[in-house]
């Protein structure tokens, strides 16, 4: 049975698709089964992959149940796909109904057998489908840039899980806090991550281990749509990602 990971933050730029793709890619090198869920519709996480969303049902139909879970996933070169795309974009308008804060969960419910882990990247906004990701999800991972504004984000969060666990999945773990794009050498860097460290504790979760250094080398490979463990696995953040990876699995995720 698949554990879902979910990659969210309500602020945008952080390094979401990023993490996603390391994750969704890095478990792949480990040799688990992994489904990629884009619940983004600016469909970055399903370029990156070398997905198609323009031609073929992506997850807009999936919610909207006009195909069925098994015929929406796109074979990529890495993991399993199922796709966006920019129609997503009037979801939280369009699904209205009692109980569509569920949608997502009762669709994958039954691919949750097919996988080992299927990983959920996620708009820069609590609305309907992040609400959606998170509440079928067993696991989510809040990746922030090293930056004050994100610090704040990051607070004004606490308070919106805290709701979500409340009325939508109890069962959410809060892994943790993933600081990225971290220079540890400068002075701002190092506060940071002290300060990161209260805010996790105080939101009720904690600060990875694991820091992602800044790599032209990540982008130019989402650019050309290869895994990044392929394209520079010795760039410092591909490591960088890769012992994220490792943490994960040793915490049980």
Do not use: W
Not at 67 to 79: E, M
Request: glycine share 8%.
């Amino acid at each position: 049975m698949a554990k879902v990971i979910s990659v969210s933050n309500q602020k945008g730029g952080v390094g979401k698709t990023t993490t996603s793709l390391a994750v969704a890619t890095g478990l792949l090198e480990k040799g688990y089964r992994v489904l990629a869920v884009d619940m983004d519709p600016q469909a970055n996480f399903t370029f990156s992959l070398g997905g198609e969303g323009d031609d073929g049902p992506t997850v807009y139909e999936l919610l909207k149940g006009v195909v069925q879970p098994r015929f929406a996933i796109q074979r990529t070169s890495y993991v399993d796909l199922i796709a966006s795309n920019i129609v997503l974009s009037g979801a939280d308008l369009e699904f209205s109904a009692e109980g569509r804060e569920f949608i997502l969960n009762k669709a994958i419910k039954s691919l949750r057998h097919r996988y080992d882990y299927i990983v959920i990247d996620t708009p820069p906004a609590l609305g309907f489908l992040t609400v959606n990701a998170l509440a079928a999800a067993d696991y989510m991972i809040i990746p922030m840039l090293a930056d004050i504004f994100s610090l704040q984000g990051i607070a004004q969060l606490g308070d919106s899980l805290l709701r979500l666990r409340q009325y939508c999945n109890p069962k959410l773990e809060m892994g943790g806090i993933l600081l990225c794009r971290y220079d540890e050498r400068t002075i701002l860097g190092r506060r940071i991550n002290e300060t990161a460290e209260m805010v996790a504790e105080q939101i009720g979760t904690k600060l990875y281990k694991s820091k992602i250094r800044h790599s032209v080398a990540i982008q130019e490979s989402q650019t050309n749509q290869v895994s990044m463990y392929q394209y520079a696995p010795k760039s410092p953040g591909v490591k960088d990602y890769m012992k994220f990876v490792d943490e994960l699995l040793k915490s049980g995720v």
